[in-house]
C-alpha cells in the first residue's frame, strides 16, 4: 500500500476472472449511480402525494441530489490525494448505501431532500474513480475496451431509470426506489475493496482548501437552484432568481482567482492547459447537453400534446440504448487502430442527422416515425463517450487522471443540466411565439375559422369551441417548437466537429486510450 512521501508505483493489470469480477463490480457501482439521477423522475406524484407536498415542491427530490453530486464531483481528484482512490471509492460506495436506506425510511420532504444531497455528495466520487480504477485493471492496448465495458453501464442506466421506477412505484411503494440500492452496492464495494485494496493509490496528506471549497459550494449551489426555480418564476423577471445569477457569477470568479493561485486547490483548474483535456472537456460537455436537453423535450412533447402515457413515451425512448449496447464494444475493440477525433467526429454528425430527421416530425408522426431516430440515435451514443473520454484523459500521468476525471465529469453533469433549462425554455418561448402566429390565421373564412363554425353549428357554445381549436393551435405550436429545438441542436452539433480537431492525435496510431490507461497506471 502507498503511504505518505513514498514514490507511487504503477500496479500491473489485473489478469482473467480478477479483471472479470472487477469490472462487474465497478460497472456495478457506476450503473446504481446513474440509474439514481433519473430513476426518481417518475415516481416524483407518488413521492409528493404521499409526503403531502406539491409535486413542484417535490422537484427538489431531484435537484437536491443534482446539486450535491455536482459539488462533489470536482472534489475527487484533491480526496484521493488524501485518503487513497481504493478507499475513498468503497467508502463512497457504501455510504451511498447508507444514503438510499435513509431515503427510503425519510418521514417527511424535507429529510428526504436532506438525504437526497447527502446521496448526492457522497455518490460524487463513484463516476471518475470507477473509470480510473477500472483503466488500471486493463493493459495499455485494451484501454479501449475498458472504456466500452464502462460506458455501456452509463448509457443503459438513463434508460432504465425511468422504466424501473414506474414499475417500482405501480408495483410497489416508492421507497423501493431506494432501497433497490442497498444490495447493489453492498456486493460492488465488497468485490471492489476485495479486488483493490491491494492496488491503493499513493497518499499525500495535503491540506484542506477551505476556502476554495466554500467557494465551489457557493457558485455551485447557487446555479443549480437558479437553473431549477428559473422556470417556474419567470427567470430574470423574478429578484430571487436574479440574485441566484449575481452569487452564481461573482462566487465563480473569485473561485477561479483563488484556484490559480493556491499552492493546493481543491479542484485543479490547471488542467485546462492541456490542449486535450480542454477541447476534450468542452466537445463532451456541450455535445452532452444538448443530447440530454433533447432526451428531456421528446417525451415531454410526446406526454402534453401527442397523447402518450408515461409508459408509452418511456417505450418510445428505451431503444435508443440498444445500437449503443451493439456497438461500443467494437468501438472500444478498434480504438488503438482508429484516431478517436474520427470515431467522435462520426458521433456528432449522427447525432444532427437524428435531430434533422426530429425536426420534421409532425401531429400525425406515428410510433414508427418516431421509432426511427431513436434507433439511429443508439449508433451516435456508441462513438461519443468511449473517444471522447479518451481524448480528455490521453497522456495524463496517474496522479492526475482522477482530478481530470472528476472535472471532466463536473462539467458534463453541470451542461446537462444547464441543457435541459435551456432547451425546454426555448421550447416553451417559441411555443408562445407560434401560438400567436398560428392564432392570427384564425380569421372568417379560413380553415380554421371554418373549423369553429362547424364546431358552433355541432352544438358547441362559443367559448367550446374557442378552447377546442386553442387546444389544436397549441398542439401545432409546441410541435413546430419542438421542431425548432431539434433542428438547431442539429446545427450546434455540426459547428462542434472542429473543436473535436483541435486536440492533438494521441500517440501509437490514435491509441488515446492506451496513453490514458498508461497515465492510469
Keep these: 500500500m502507498a503511504t505518505a512521501g513514498a514514490a507511487p508505483q504503477p500496479h500491473p493489470p489485473l489478469e482473467g476472472s480478477a479483471r472479470t469480477w472487477g469490472t462487474i463490480a465497478l460497472s456495478a457501482a457506476t450503473f446504481m449511480n446513474v440509474l439514481d439521477t433519473s430513476i426518481a423522475n417518475v415516481s416524483l406524484p407518488a413521492i409528493a402525494g404521499d409526503l403531502g407536498v406539491s409535486p413542484n415542491q417535490g422537484t427538489w427530490v431531484i435537484t437536491s441530489f443534482a446539486v450535491a453530486n455536482a459539488i462533489a464531483v470536482p472534489l475527487t481528484g484533491w480526496l484521493s490525494q488524501r485518503f487513497g482512490q481504493v478507499r475513498l471509492f468503497c467508502a463512497s460506495v457504501v455510504m451511498f448505501v447508507i444514503a438510499s436506506w435513509l431515503c427510503g425510511l425519510a418521514p417527511n420532504m424535507a429529510t428526504l431532500i436532506a438525504f437526497r444531497a447527502l446521496q448526492g455528495f457522497v455518490a460524487g466520487p463513484m463516476i471518475p474513480l470507477s473509470q480510473t480504477l477500472l483503466l488500471s485493471s486493463y493493459p495499455k492496448a485494451a484501454a479501449g475496451t475498458a472504456m466500452a465495458m464502462w460506458s455501456m453501464t452509463t448509457l443503459i442506466a438513463p434508460?432504465?431509470?425511468?422504466?424501473?421506477?414506474?414499475?417500482?412505484?405501480?408495483?410497489?411503494?416508492?421507497?423501493?426506489?431506494?432501497?433497490?440500492?442497498?444490495?447493489?452496492?453492498?456486493?460492488?464495494?465488497?468485490?471492489?475493496?476485495?479486488?483493490?485494496?491491494?492496488?491503493?493509490?499513493?497518499?499525500?496528506?495535503?491540506?484542506?482548501?477551505?476556502?476554495?471549497?466554500?467557494?465551489?459550494?457557493?457558485?455551485?449551489?447557487?446555479m443549480q437552484v437558479m437553473l431549477d426555480l428559473g422556470k417556474e418564476h419567470d427567470w430574470f423577471e423574478s429578484p430571487v432568481v436574479v440574485t441566484l445569477g449575481i452569487v452564481a457569477i461573482v462566487g465563480f470568479a473569485f473561485f477561479l482567482v483563488w484556484e490559480f493561485t493556491e499552492k493546493h486547490p481543491v479542484v485543479d483548474l490547471s488542467l485546462f492547459a492541456r490542449r486535450n483535456f480542454w477541447a476534450g472537456t468542452v466537445a463532451t460537455a456541450v455535445g452532452y447537453g444538448l443530447f440530454f436537453g433533447n432526451v428531456v423535450l421528446l417525451p415531454l412533447w410526446l406526454q402534453q400534446f401527442m397523447g402518450y402515457t408515461a409508459t408509452q413515451a418511456g417505450m418510445v425512448?428505451?431503444?435508443?440504448?440498444?445500437?449503443?449496447?451493439?456497438?461500443?464494444?467494437?468501438?472500444?475493440?478498434?480504438?488503438?487502430?482508429?484516431?478517436?477525433?474520427?470515431?467522435?467526429?462520426?458521433?456528432?454528425?449522427?447525432?444532427?442527422?437524428?435531430?434533422?430527421?426530429?425536426?420534421?416530425f409532425n401531429t400525425q408522426a406515428d410510433i414508427v416515425t418516431i421509432l426511427i431516430p431513436t434507433l439511429i440515435q443508439g449508433v451516435a451514443m456508441a462513438f461519443f463517450f468511449i473517444p471522447l473520454v479518451t481524448i480528455t484523459l490521453s497522456g495524463l500521468p496517474p496522479d492526475r487522471i482522477p482530478s481530470a476525471s472528476g472535472l471532466s465529469n463536473f462539467l458534463r453533469i453541470t451542461a446537462g443540466a444547464i441543457g435541459t433549462s435551456v432547451v425546454t425554455t426555448v421550447w416553451e418561448n417559441r411555443a408562445a411565439l407560434h401560438h400567436a402566429q398560428l392564432a392570427e390565421a384564425v380569421t372568417r373564412g379560413s380553415p380554421a375559422g371554418d373549423a369553429l363554425a362547424a364546431l358552433g353549428q355541432a352544438g358547441l357554445t362559443a367559448e367550446q369551441a374557442l378552447a377546442q381549436v386553442n387546444r389544436l393551435v397549441d398542439q401545432q405550436a409546441f410541435m413546430l417548437a419542438a421542431n425548432d429545438v431539434f433542428y438547431v441542436s442539429a446545427v450546434i452539433f455540426l459547428f462542434l466537429i472542429p473543436l473535436i480537431w483541435v486536440s492533438q492525435r494521441t500517440t501509437g496510431g490514435g491509441g488515446g486510450g492506451a496513453d490514458a490507461a498508461a497515465g492510469a497506471h
Aim: no cysteine.
Design 159 to 222: 434508460v432504465m431509470g425511468p422504466l424501473l421506477g414506474g414499475w417500482i412505484t405501480d408495483n410497489m411503494t416508492w421507497p423501493w426506489i431506494f432501497y433497490i440500492n442497498i444490495p447493489v452496492g453492498l456486493i460492488a464495494a465488497a468485490g471492489a475493496w476485495s479486488l483493490y485494496r491491494r492496488r491503493e493509490s499513493h497518499i499525500r496528506k495535503l491540506p484542506i482548501d477551505s476556502i476554495g471549497l466554500a467557494l465551489l459550494v457557493l457558485w455551485v449551489g447557487a
Design 317 to 360: 425512448t428505451a431503444p435508443v440504448g440498444l445500437m449503443a449496447l451493439i456497438l461500443s464494444p467494437i468501438v472500444g475493440k478498434n480504438l488503438h487502430r482508429v484516431d478517436p477525433r474520427r470515431f467522435a467526429t462520426a458521433s456528432f454528425l449522427v447525432f444532427a442527422l437524428v435531430l434533422w430527421l426530429r425536426s420534421h
